[in-house]
């Protein structure tokens, strides 16, 4: 079972709100990933979770707060968002093996838009 | 320079019909991982076929065949007997050993199957 899930699918915000994505693995994978995808663009990486503490944050805006509360679940918390920031967000997970065979797999997605 | 090059912003291939998906990378890390992944219009990154940088086999996985030529750095995509379920976007994306958990993704190749 190679199954990531996302939630919501779907979320529309405005610039005060504050929301919070949601991934899930139980794949016993070890390193948990958040991506951020603009239209007809490849995913861009925002976050790395290593065995739940955060190994890569890729100069993201304070705005976006990420959280692994445990192994298996993986949190984006959103606040003060912009409309540039509207834009699929997709979370991956992997086993987290040593060296460069380490497949990532992703969760549906969850379609993100900023009013 | 960008390390995963795909130059096929878009293509079409006929129902049943065989299709190549190019794929060219740039790296001095010895080991590396190649992978490509499929996007249809739902959003969701579906992982397809990896080839490490010592395989001495081309990967296959049912229909999805990668022609690895190391001299050249190319890695791309054959999908035999297209379907009309493979309209989508389709990645590639590499992982060298010593950028840990990065995965870089090229622009993106969008695919159309003509019934």
């Known amino acids: 079972d190679t199954e990531v899930t996302q939630t919501p699918k779907h979320l529309v915000m405005g610039m005060t709100n504050k929301k919070s994505l949601k991934c899930e693995q139980h794949?016993?994978?070890?390193?948990m990933y958040w991506y951020k995808q603009k239209a007809k663009k490849p995913p861009e990486l925002m976050f790395v979770?290593?065995?739940?503490?955060?190994?890569i944050n890729e100069s993201v805006p304070s705005r976006f707060s990420p959280e692994c509360p445990n192994s298996s679940l993986l949190n984006l918390h959103l606040h003060a968002l912009q409309p540039e920031d509207s834009a699929l967000y997709l979370c991956?997970?992997?086993?987290?093996?040593?060296?460069?065979?380490?497949?990532?797999?992703f969760g549906p997605g969850t379609r993100l838009t900023v009013l | 320079a960008q390390k995963i090059t795909q130059t096929q912003p878009g293509m079409f291939v006929q129902e049943k019909e065989a299709v190549t998906l190019d794929c060219t990378y740039d790296?001095?890390?010895?080991?590396?991982?190649l992978f490509w992944y499929k996007q249809p219009s739902s959003g969701e990154m579906i992982f397809l076929i990896y080839?490490?940088?010592?395989?001495?086999q081309n990967a296959t996985e049912g229909r999805y065949s990668l022609n690895f030529q190391k001299a050249r750095k190319s890695a791309n995509l054959v999908i035999s007997a297209s379907q009309l379920g493979d309209s989508a976007m389709y990645f590639c994306?590499?992982?060298?050993?010593?950028?840990?958990?990065?995965?870089?993704f090229g622009g993106g190749t969008r695919l159309m199957v003509k019934p």
């Open positions: 991956a997970s992997s086993q987290q093996i040593t060296g460069f065979t380490d497949t990532q797999y």
């Open positions: 794949m016993g994978h070890r390193a």
């Open positions: 979770y290593s065995y739940e503490k955060l190994s």
């Open positions: 790296t001095s890390d010895p080991s590396y991982g």
């Open positions: 080839q490490g940088s010592y395989d001495q």
């Open positions: 994306a590499m992982r060298e050993d010593n950028a840990g958990n990065m995965l870089t």
